[in-house]
């Protein structure tokens, strides 16, 4: 073999130098090192076939400079005049599909262009624009120029550049922990600032962000790929412009892309054909349980009655379900926990080789997965390969996982970023890794190929060395070496600094490079980009925990490379370069050089005034030559990293096969699919499906696959699209398999017992799945105390606030924002823990906008809490106590984006479990979708199924709080209505402090140790005079005495300072080292503070009597009544207005398709509510 004569020990790719590999006579292996498996060589061997050009096949993940820049006419369809669209196949989701090859084509060619159009777009915007300010090309658009090269990174993946950029474009400076600009996996596209993306487009992945010694320095600096050896630039002198759509993950999506072309190639399980591609409507039996039916279901049936049984009835003993053929003989009526919608999807799981689930809010769909994979497990045997479970998201992930880990301590988590530092942690592949000895692998890639690249890395550092960063000119030797030079000039050089030095003694001598040059033909170069400083601060995109959950899923790496990329260094540069154009300088072009050079074999016979861009001539062309041998270079590193990467999962696999559960993200099992299809697995468990692309799901479809295992629920949160053009007709890219086979009529099982929300707030589910969904005895018989604080468990306040746009065109709206805030902090007051509360909305805009008004909030602000303020697209799955929903969206034009998709709508509506708050227009989101339309018809009382306790209007202009203390009601209008209550009622209170005072402040159902007492402190000091301080002062002291004497420490004096609501009635005045404040503060605390109590006590009983308006006003209505006619009712008080609410007549504003429907009538009011 080729790389045998050079004396390397890595075998070839193809499968006949990996049989002779392993089966060559040599002595045998020692037992601690075991054969390498073959099937993860042939794996990528296989992917490094060439394929029929011009195909789908043969196209790499990461585009062409032809394909950016729309070079190639035959491949697109023109749109605007800065953007184009490929043509991709149209994604039939009605019936069967005719082959294979359209099907995974279609899909392919959807996913790849569904990351890549933004980025063409993007270049497309800059040629034609070349000098915009970065908002002028788009919000999600960056752009960096004064982009130089600094140094190579020679790491296990790969050789990167790293290099420095200026944000001057976007005018922002960056908080880098909390932004999406350049995170790890982006994929960039580089031209030159001479180009501008006229002919020129490089392609690069970012390789790492490192935030100290990187993106936080200034200039900024980040580690590149370039996405080709041949692309591969190394010239520090060079400036490029670098662009990157920032809303595009290309990183998460190229491993599908590569796994759909493999799939392709491979001979497919029979599931993949029968049921995804001819869509086969009735379902056998997997083929490992056709041989063997007979299993142990005890860990399913325990021994207790059945609550589908007669109280009186035997339990059967479990010994009686160790043996049960679940082809022919399921158990009828088991004694199980699991209720019978429960029972059918686990028989359907265990019996069927493609499984699909449905499980609606509440029901439980976790939890029958779970049994299910305690049951599989329970009859596992020597030898059977491990059961492979992903999930969309990590949480998920770690949620199933510590389920799993309840009965099951072999299993591993495989890639990522777990938020779950406990079991899980430790069963990811880097720690256990680190925690047991793998053994070694008898001629396994690893070793030689990490040896290979090291021989490459010194090859590589030999050919830049004239390039290294300490190199100031030009050595001649060197340029005689690339045949730059002829022997005459080189030898006109040596004689000329040998005549130089003769009639110079005195003067030291330079390279003769630069005394042919002279010292006013070269020019230091400056590389310098211009500081950002001065700029604001750019808003944040994410938190940061969010953000290194996305770089973690973006790229394959060990657990402690995510932020930094590992590798020996080489540092680049270029100090001086040929000065031209200097005044009197006569111009000359590279083809005048050429001949100018032709000419003059004595190089000083060149007019000193040329020498400057001869110089650059020699240097461009020697940067030329280096950079030919380079590049070929770095082919065989990229190709012996990947040997590397091979041989590392080599190693892996040996771990691997141990375990008995393996889980990972649908993302991490493309990444990982060459590791995992050489575990041979027969059975995958897919959660979240329906929220998951197809495309990510056929990856998973490996050769040994007998078993598919797919819960999730159309209904609710869909596959993410980032071309919203590809998520309707024909393309339908955000429809799942999932969805796909249930609207084929391929066969499942739904779920339809739910365990999360009190009635009330299920009923609120009605307009999306009817009757199917029905409360379970625990949710419907439970006890639970209402949310303390409020009127009642479920709530939507209605309101005419107009919404605003934040710097990234999102919705917000501030004084919704405002609302809730306050809303918040009532229920903090309350007792109920921050961490119960999650606050919802649809928009990342406001998601941002409320959680700096809870970390700005005097009270919640203090309290050094994490708040969860997330968006619905990110919360399916998730459940808290009580859930603060936050609509944003009111306007004249009757738009309401997001809260039109029904599916985003069913994850918001089903996310409490005991208090429900919703705030937004009301009226605009009747009148505009149906699904709100009905939703609010049940809220106003007016649909049925009304709530067993309380009103049954629950929705108005006022929220409706309630006093835990006297059971008062106060009727909230606007977030300054809050500082009329402390989180009880207006009515003072009588209790006392623990320093003796009475309370100053108003009801409240928080302890008197959290107040502050701002009274005038009784003590007499040693000196004779009264304290001059104030109650809660830590001691005492006297402002009388030419210093302190007092040195009392009195009762109360330790207790918390933090004043949660400060009183109304009394404010301390601010401190000041002047005397007259000094003065005033004495006076007042030695009697002058009778005035300030009787000015408090005038103040609160005007806030007395406009409560009582307020609740009179609530009596006589609480929503206005909607007219046939569309236009609003004359109850103005109630804010609904003609100019924010309804459109012009011809009806082009809101009101205008479910107007009929949403006529809710006044409240049914009860009178111990309005005491």
Known sequence: MAQQAQGLLIPDWDDGATDMTLNRSSPSPQPSRLTAPSAIRQYMDDARHQAQPNTWMSKAEIPTSEEILDTNMELFTRGAPEECTVSVPVNNIDGPWS??????????????????????????????????????????????????IKKLTFSPRGVAVRVSFSLARSGKRVHWEQSKRLITGSLVALTTEEDQFRTQCTMAVVAARPLSDGVDQSPPEIDLFFARPEEFAIDPAQSWIMVEDRASFFEASRYTLRALQKTMREHSP???SKHLISLQRQVDSPQYMQMNPRIDMSSAFAAQPSPNTDKGSASLPSESFKNVDILQAWPEDPPTELDKTQQYALRRILTKQLAIIQGPPGTGKTHVSVVALRTILGNMTMGDPPIIVACQTNHALDQLLRHVAEYESEFARLGGRSKDQGIIKKRTLFELKSSQSVPAVAFGLKGPSLKRMRDLEKTMRAILEPMSADKEFLDHKMLLDKRLLTIEQYESLEKGDTDWVQQNPEQTSNEPMVE?????????????TPEDNFFEY???????????????????????????????HFHLGCRYVGKVASRGAPSITETEIQALLSEKQNLWDINPKLRGAVYNFFLKRFKEEILKSFRLEVRKYQDTAEKRLAGRWEEDHLLLKTQKIIGMTTTGFSKYRALISSLKPKIVLIEEAAETLEALVIATCVPSLEHLILVGDHQQLRPRCQVKDYEDAPYNLNVSLFERLIKNNVEFDTLRRQRRMIPEIRRLLRPIYGDLISDHSSVKERKLPSVTGVGCDSFFFTHSWPESKDNQMSSCNAMEAEMIAEFFNHLYLNGHPVDSITVLTFYNGQRKLILRKLLDHPTLGSSRSRFNVVTVDSYQGEENEIILLSLVRSNQFGHIGFLGVDNRVCVALSRAKRGFYLFGNGEQLACESKT?????????????????????????????LKCHTHGRMTYIEAPDDFALVSGGCEIKCHERLPCGHPCPVRCHPYPHS???????????????????????????H?????????????????????????????QRPGSSSSGSDSVKWNNFANGGSKQHDREAVRQANDNYEKQQRLVEERSRTAYATVGSTGT????????????????????????????????????????????
């Open 99 to 148: 082959s294979k090859e359209d099907y995974l084509e279609a899909h392919y060619e959807l996913l790849r262009e569904d990351v890549l159009r933004s980025l063409r777009e993007t270049v497309g915007r800059v040629r034609n624009k070349p000098w915009g300010r970065e908002d002028e090309y788009g919000t999600t658009v960056g752009i960096y120029e004064n982009v130089h």
């Open 1128 to 1171: 609003p009712s004359p109850v103005r008080q109630y804010g609904f207005s003609k100019n924010t609410m309804v459109g012009p007549v011809d009806g082009a504003g809101g009101r205008r398709k479910y107007r009929d429907t949403f006529r809710p009538g006044p409240p049914d009011l009860i009178p111990s509510l309005l005491d």
């Open 516 to 528: 042919w040059l002279g010292k006013n033909s070269w020019v230091k170069v400056d590389h310098g």
């Open 1038 to 1066: 006297c402002t009388l005495c030419p210093k302190t004497t007092g040195s009392l420490i009195r009762p109360g004096a330790n207790l918390n300072q933090t004043n949660l609501n400060p009183s109304p009635e009394r």
């Open 1010 to 1036: 959290s107040i502050t007492c701002a009274l005038s402190c009784p003590k007499v000091l040693r000196c004779g005079h009264k304290c001059a301080g104030i109650c809660s002062d830590e001691s005492c």
């Open 932 to 960: 709100w339309a009905e939703v609010i018809t049940l809220l106003a009382g007016k649909g049925g199924h009304l709530p067993k306790e309380g009103p049954t209007m629950r929705i108005g202009f006022h929220l409706p």
């Open 538 to 568: 750019e808003e944040a995109d994410l938190e940061f925990e969010q953000l290194k959950e996305i770089e973690a899923e973006n790229a394959i790496r060990e657990e402690d490379e995510i932020e930094r990329l590992k590798g020996n």
């Open 270 to 272: 029979l599931l993949l």
